[in-house]
């Protein structure tokens, strides 16, 4: 593991742990991994102890946590972070405030709370957090955009705003528009009235698919096929050419996608579904210029650990656009905890468009 990695996973608290609170009702359970590897085989349903609440610890129920691609990569260990062993898995979610430390005072029990960073265990049903890694967000909004905001809107809100300067009517193409970050991208671009152009893989159901993202506001959906297609230029008759490209899939998506980049153009890649390395042709550099960037949403939290300011503008602005019904969360299908192998497993087959959710209350 990177050191620096190690140093952000530090916060992150791992049973077993001292007495058990007394406040509550079943024992809290968790996914426990004690070693890496397939998911499905080294996680553990146990029971867990939540530690005494110290001066600035906060007791959380959780609520309901999702499988992310990098929750998976984690627990097998092939993750750019990985958690200290015993970890508990899931590095997303939302709870609710059960009790309080007698030195916190932003956070009362009954507020929702979501991970500040990654690799706090969330796929547990109650735990003792310390404040510092925990973020508060409005207990209004809809459980499951709740437990989805701190990654893929994060991460749709920063490149949508950091690498091109867009303004309303300018477009932006991305692969994989149907992933949770695809969905967050389309609905924060059309409340800024920036066009998308939305790639995603053929599937015997598309037309369900297309009217679906074009119901959160897409405004072209095409498939990896068509990227090559003289047609594409009927795309370009009414919006213009991209000045920012997504690249959340690697390999041939990526090669082809690159080609309706407008000269001087940014693609930020994000993520790499079909495992396959990005191939540039030269002549996208020499005579289009084309800008090649990466981006990682934990390594802008780092970068950003002393501007609480640009972290809460960003949560700001997405609860609004989630208040105002301009945000919804990814299509989901919400579990029970202790069926996770049958989630885990649908978490990573093709064409799923729905993200897997643990609901991790136990009433
Ligand atoms: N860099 C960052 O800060 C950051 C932040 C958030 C997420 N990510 C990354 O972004 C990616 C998506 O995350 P998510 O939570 O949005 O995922 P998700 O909701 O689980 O969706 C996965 C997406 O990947 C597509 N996909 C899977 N295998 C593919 C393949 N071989 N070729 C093309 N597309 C494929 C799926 O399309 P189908 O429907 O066609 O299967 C789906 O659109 C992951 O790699 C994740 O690690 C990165």
Request: charged fraction near 20%; charge should be positive.
């Amino acid at each position: 593991m990177q050191r620096a990695a190690a140093r952000a996973l530090r916060g992150a608290r791992v049973p077993p742990v001292r007495a058990r609170s007394a406040s509550t009702g079943p024992p809290p359970r968790g996914l426990l991994y004690e070693r890496h590897g397939d998911p499905a085989g080294v996680l553990q349903l146990k029971e867990l102890e939540v530690p005494r609440l110290g001066h600035s610890d906060i007791h959380v129920k959780m609520l309901a946590a999702p499988i992310n691609p990098a929750d998976i990569n984690m627990i097998q260990g092939t993750y750019a972070i990985l958690a200290p062993l015993p970890a508990v898995a899931g590095n997303e979610g939302v709870g609710r405030v059960l009790e309080v430390g007698p030195g916190v005072t932003a956070l009362r029990p009954g507020d929702w709370v979501i991970p500040a960073d990654a690799g706090l265990g969330t796929w547990r049903t109650q735990a003792v957090f310390p404040e510092a890694s925990l973020l508060q967000v409005p207990s209004d909004i809809p459980l499951l955009c709740a437990a989805t905001l701190s990654v893929n809107p994060c991460t749709a809100y920063r490149m949508l705003a950091d690498f091109e300067s867009l303004a309303p009517g300018d477009s932006v193409i991305q692969n994989a528009a149907n992933s949770g970050v695809g969905q967050a991208v389309i609905q924060i671009a059309k409340a800024t009235g920036i066009r998308t152009i939305n790639v995603v893989r053929d599937r015997p159901d598309l037309p369900k698919l297309v009217e679906r993202l074009k119901a959160l506001g897409a405004d072209h959906v095409i498939t990896e096929d068509m990227l090559r297609k003289p047609e594409m230029k009927e795309i370009f008759k009414s919006i213009p050419q991209p000045r920012l490209a997504l690249n959340c899939v690697g390999g041939k998506s990526t090669t082809e996608m690159l080609r309706h980049l407008q000269p001087k153009g940014t693609m930020v890649t994000y993520g790499g579904m079909a495992k396959q390395p990005v191939t540039v042709p030269v002549s996208a550099f020499i005579f289009r210029d084309v800008r090649l960037r990466g981006f990682w949403m934990t390594q802008w939290k780092k970068d950003h650990a002393h501007d609480k300011e640009s972290l809460s503008s960003m949560m700001d602005t997405l609860c609004q656009l989630v208040q105002r019904g301009q945000l919804g969360a990814p299509a989901c299908t919400t579990v029970p905890l202790e069926d996770f192998k049958e989630a885990l497993v649908a978490s990573t087959q093709p064409f799923t468009s729905s993200k897997q959710h643990m609901q991790c209350w136990q009433d």
